[in-house]
């Protein structure tokens, strides 16, 4: 089945600089990659997705990269802000089933 | 438009007892899903579906059946409960032919005593 890897699993920086999560999946029959958010004690909410045929997108401050040679595809969250301290979890789909990562506890410091 | 609406938001059972944690949603998606989550474990997939009738085991099935007979309802029953799968538990679900990514549900706290 598929695999998915998530770096770093903690990550902190200053308010204000660039953050960036990398995730790596195994199987070549994902095409769909989206990204979530979960604050604490809250649901998972989508921010940004890309899919397999597109190798970069970009939603203001947030854009996703995709490596499909490579099997890996970035979050890169620029400006931060502390609202944008969260976990964040990334995901390989195929049709019907996403496979999660373990997440990055992201923290903006003001 | 309630989104996903999940049932119970709690609930604490004892070792042995059965139940069932239902999930609804009534924005006509095709696929549904249940995820347990951990800490330090990210979401794992029990079950899911692609269609009314349609389901399907995902990484963790063990102790746990689902059933599809609707396209808006995907209801997960716990067989018999452990303390192992004292876990939080969400529904999602998502459209099959467009972008979107899963709606989540709130989310069902369960512990197993």
């Known amino acids: 089945g598929e695999n998915v890897e998530q770096h770093p699993s903690t990550l902190s920086v200053q308010e204000g600089d660039s953050a960036v999560i990398k995730c790596t999946y195994s199987?070549?029959?994902?095409?769909?990659f989206p990204w979530y958010k979960q604050e604490l004690g809250k649901r998972p909410q989508l921010i940004i997705d890309?899919?397999?045929?597109?190798g970069e997108k970009k939603d203001q401050r947030i854009a996703v990269t995709l490596n499909k040679t490579a099997k890996h595809f970035s979050l890169h969250i620029t400006e931060t802000q502390p609202e944008d301290s969260a976990v964040y979890f990334c995901?390989?789909?195929?049709?019907?089933?996403?496979?999660f990562g373990d997440g990055t506890t992201l923290t903006v410091k003001p | 438009n309630a989104g996903v609406t999940q049932t119970p938001k709690f609930q604490v059972l004892k070792t042995g007892q059965s139940m069932t944690l239902q999930c609804a949603q009534d924005?006509?998606?095709?696929?549904m899903s249940w995820y347990r989550q951990d800490p330090g474990m990210g979401l794992r997939l029990i079950h899911y579906?692609?269609?009314?009738?349609?389901?399907d085991q995902g990484e963790v099935p063990n102790g746990y059946n689902v059933s599809r007979s609707t396209t808006e309802d995907f209801p997960l029953r716990l067989l018999s409960a452990a303390p192992s799968q004292t876990s939080v538990y969400f529904c999602?679900?998502?459209?099959?032919?467009?972008?979107?990514?899963?709606?989540f549900g709130s989310g069902t706290r369960l512990t197993v005593v």
């Open positions: 999602a679900s998502s459209y099959s032919d467009r972008e979107g990514g899963y709606t």
């Open positions: 199987d070549s029959a994902s095409n769909y």
């Open positions: 890309i899919r397999s045929n597109v």
């Open positions: 995901a390989a789909s195929y049709p019907g089933k996403s496979t």
């Open positions: 924005m006509n998606h095709e696929y």
């Open positions: 579906s692609v269609g009314a009738g349609i389901t």
